[in-house]
């Protein structure tokens, strides 16, 4: 039992490329989300996923996109990263009213 | 707004208890969710208290005031691996996420 596992686990990236974050679980939760985590700040809300094929906006979702096809897998995409996009990424799952599993994180940086 | 305020750091020695707040600054909510971070990892759950009152799980406790907004992790006989960074999370009305805080850095000193 893997519970979440986020892809890759570490990625430099050029300013305009672009990337896709992948986070797959295995515990059968409706509830999917993808947070970044800033020093100081918490971890905020960049989009979210309710059930497989929908998304919702975040606190957090201008320039990035999701896609949530199947039910055990939500993807993050960059689609022309920036350095203020440089950060911890962590997805999460739960049941609808459970505490969160989160995934190993991301750590992107930009230059 | 939805912001949540907490200690930005706390230190204690081994064997003490320490307690964290976490004020939430709106009117009702939904629960209240602590997570433990150790530098480098991820968050994990460590407790919810859906309802007002005291909820016990082992040396921590939680414990919610949704009439006052207010609720704290507190951490009896502290131990070194206690040392990491601990988030308060509430689920805001009407909403379907949690609301994390800044997070509260716990030092622990042998």
């Known amino acids: 039992n893997a519970g979440v596992t986020q892809t890759p686990k570490f990625r430099v990236l050029k300013t305009g490329q672009s990337m896709t974050l992948l986070c797959a679980q295995d515990m059968n939760h409706e509830y999917m989300y993808w947070y970044r985590q800033d020093p100081g700040m918490g971890l905020r809300l960049i989009h979210y996923s309710v059930g497989e094929g929908t998304t919702a906006k975040g606190e957090v979702p201008d320039g990035y996109n999701v896609s949530r096809l199947k039910k055990q897998n939500f993807l993050l995409g960059l689609e022309s990263a920036a350095p203020s996009q440089t950060s911890v990424y962590f997805c999460?799952?739960?049941?609808?009213?459970?505490?969160?599993?989160f995934g190993s994180g991301t750590r992107l940086t930009v230059v | 707004g939805q912001s949540l305020e907490q200690p930005s750091e706390v230190t204690a020695v081994e064997g003490a208890i320490v307690q964290i707040n976490c004020t939430y600054q709106t009117s009702g909510f939904y629960g209240l969710s602590w997570y433990q971070q150790h530098d480098g990892g991820a968050p994990t759950f460590l407790s919810y208290n859906a309802l007002d009152g005291l909820e016990e799980t082992g040396r921590f406790s939680s414990f919610l005031s949704r009439s006052d907004s207010y609720g704290y992790l507190l951490l009896q006989e502290l131990q070194m691996k206690d040392s990491a960074s601990y988030f308060c999370?509430?689920?805001?009305?009407?909403?379907?996420?949690?609301?994390f805080g800044p997070g509260t850095r716990l030092s622990v000193l042998p």
């Open positions: 999370a509430v689920r805001p009305p009407k909403s379907q996420n949690f609301v």
């Open positions: 999460a799952s739960s049941l609808q009213t459970s505490g969160y599993t």
